[in-house]
């Protein structure tokens, strides 16, 4: 089925983002006993005060955009599932076979092959009824405050694009608390000649 695979494939990239935030949470965690020891330690400088509080400043945000991507995740890996059983049941033999004590059974027009169609025949495209489940969530997430009324009932293509965009800052931000923490690493002997 196009949209139980493609859904739970998107679900498995947004997981990603929690080895980012993983990553992220250390270098945060360190950076923070790092600009809390400065100063009791007497070897405290604004430069790495600063760093310190930028580090933990962008760290916080990260986990703000990790928690967003993750629960992109499981609202996608929810909807993979529901489509993937509906698919399913629509797919299932049992489901199109005629009860043996339906009258209509034992008409002669119900066997012309010409009026049936194979039970694999399906439409192309998201079942009927992911519309009524993306309303549903919708419903939940903008009574929950989650998202803004105006972005209720898009359709499926930018809600995944929306999401990808979330782990792409995600990401920005992660390599941003890495590329700081490299330079802060490889500048330390001249910016703090004391350590």
Do not use: C
């Not at 990790?66 to 993979?80: C, I, P, S, Y």
């Not at 339906?102 to 012309?112: E, I, V």
């Amino acid at each position: 089925m196009p949209f139980d695979l493609g859904l739970l494939t998107l679900a498995s990239v947004l997981r990603r983002g929690r080895h980012l935030d993983h990553l992220s949470s250390s270098i945060t965690l360190i950076a923070l006993a790092w600009g809390l020891l400065q100063w009791p330690m007497g070897f405290g400088t604004q430069i790495g005060s600063a760093l310190a509080t930028l580090l933990v400043l962008v760290g916080v945000l990260q986990k703000i955009w990790a928690m967003r991507v993750a629960l992109d995740a499981d609202l996608f890996d929810a909807l993979g599932r529901a489509e993937g059983e509906h698919a399913s049941a629509r797919n299932d033999p049992a489901s199109h076979a005629p009860a043996s004590h339906d009258p209509a059974s034992h008409d002669p027009a119900s066997h012309d092959p010409a009026s049936q169609q194979p039970a694999s025949h399906n439409p192309p495209g998201p079942a009927p009824d992911i519309t009524a489940r993306l309303a549903a969530m919708d419903a939940m997430l903008v009574g929950t405050g989650l998202m803004p009324a105006r972005l209720a009932g898009r359709p499926l293509p930018p809600r995944t694009q929306g999401a990808l965009r979330l782990l792409v800052i995600q990401a920005a931000l992660v390599g941003f608390q890495v590329a700081l923490t490299l330079s802060s690493l490889l500048a330390m002997p001249w910016l703090f000649p004391g350590y």
